[in-house]
């Protein structure tokens, strides 16, 4: 079993940042694929960046250049920088876990799912 308890939403302005913290607990070791999805009101869970082991990353179009992903694996905690944000960055962020082998752009090969945290970017 692992555990993810992601922490760091909030709301700020329109080209501010955010530093968004998952901490993971459990059989972390068996998980190297690690993602942020989020999801808007009204609309579907979206990949937003994906590290495997630790310098195998991956980024939506739409945050590319914009945000960062990175993990302390001695720390056990997966990070989201996230600069310049925009209105339609607002959403509930969402941590994952998977094995090695998944495609990391969809949902369906992440099999651990932390809780959510609440961002919201005014204009």
């Known amino acids: 079993q692992v555990q993810l308890v992601e922490s760091g939403g909030g709301l700020v302005q329109a080209g501010g940042s955010l530093r968004l913290s998952c901490a993971a607990s459990?059989?972390?070791?068996?998980?190297?694929?690690m993602g942020w999805f989020r999801q808007a009101p009204g609309k579907e869970r979206e990949f937003v960046a994906a590290?495997?082991?630790?310098?195998?990353?991956y980024y939506a179009d739409s945050v590319k250049g914009r945000f960062t992903i990175s993990r302390d694996n001695a720390k056990n905690t997966l990070y989201l920088q996230m600069n310049s944000l925009k209105p339609e960055d607002t959403a509930v962020y969402y941590c994952?876990?998977?094995?090695?082998?998944?495609?990391?752009?969809?949902?369906?090969?992440?099999?651990?799912w932390g809780q959510g945290t609440q961002v919201t970017v005014s204009s």
């Open positions: 994952a876990a998977g094995p090695s082998t998944i495609v990391v752009f969809t949902t369906t090969g992440y099999d651990y």
């Open positions: 459990g059989r972390t070791s068996s998980r190297s694929t």
């Open positions: 590290v495997r082991w630790i310098a195998n990353t």
